[in-house]
């Protein structure tokens, strides 16, 4: 089955700066990549998605990267803010046939005023 | 206002006592599904619902029930909790031709 896989765990940036999060896949089949955000206490939350048609998407201060033949995707977010601040979840899906999502073990992200 | 609710909150139980989390979404949603998140492991499904009346298992069922009376209700059930099963669990709906899923606040359950 697909496995994900997220790099780096934790990720300290100042105000400002960028901030890069990495995730491979591992099931050549899966066509839909979407990241989500989790602030404190709540739920995930969708903040962009990216499907294997695409190799890049942006939207404001956020984009993500596609590399099929690599298996690899990123996000990146630009101009940090303190409200960036939480844990972002990457994951990977066959959306023709399911709408299961494997997702990466996380990234907390801590941007620093 | 669309969402994802989910009950209780927190919850601490002790083991072998059967418990309930419940999870309404107020979108006409068909698709409906329940997660555990774990630190280091991200979340992982445990059961989903393509509609009323069909469920089926996730990558985590074992420890759990799930049910599908109404299109809008998808409750979770440990009929004998374990601690392995102290975690924190999401319930997710999802519209059909859309992949975006919307997921409840959460529910942080502890099994002594």
């Known amino acids: 089955g697909e496995n994900v896989e997220q790099h780096p765990s934790t990720l300290s940036v100042q105000e400002g700066d960028s901030a890069v999060i990495k995730c491979t896949y591992s099931?050549?089949?899966?066509?839909?990549f979407p990241w989500y955000k989790q602030e404190l206490g709540k739920g995930p939350q969708l903040i962009i998605d990216?499907?294997?048609?695409?190799g890049e998407k942006k939207d404001q201060r956020i984009a993500v990267t596609l590399n099929k033949t690599a298996k690899h995707f990123s996000l990146h977010i630009t101009e940090t803010q303190p409200e960036d601040s939480a844990v972002y979840f990457c994951?990977?899906?066959?959306?023709?046939?399911?709408?299961?999502?494997?997702f990466g073990s996380g990234t907390r992200l801590l941007v620093r005023p | 206002e669309a969402q994802v609710t989910q009950n209780p909150r927190y919850l601490i139980t002790v083991t072998g006592k059967k418990l309930t989390v419940t999870c309404s979404q107020n979108?006409?949603?068909?698709?409906m599904s329940w997660y555990r998140q774990d630190p280091g492991l991200g979340l992982r499904q445990i059961y989903y619902?393509?509609?009323?009346?069909?469920?089926d298992k996730g990558d985590v069922p074992e420890g759990y029930k799930v049910s599908r009376k109404e299109k809008r209700n998808f409750p979770l059930i440990l009929e004998s909790p374990s601690p392995n099963q102290t975690s924190l669990y999401f319930c997710?709906?999802?519209?059909?031709?859309?992949?975006?899923?919307?997921f409840g606040p959460g529910t942080r359950l502890t099994v002594t």
């Open positions: 979108m006409n949603h068909e698709y």
């Open positions: 619902s393509m509609n009323v009346e069909v469920t």
């Open positions: 994951a990977a899906s066959m959306v023709d046939s399911s709408y299961k999502l494997i």
């Open positions: 997710a709906s999802t519209s059909t031709g859309s992949h975006e899923q919307y």
């Open positions: 990216i499907r294997s048609n695409v």
């Open positions: 099931d050549s089949a899966s066509n839909y």
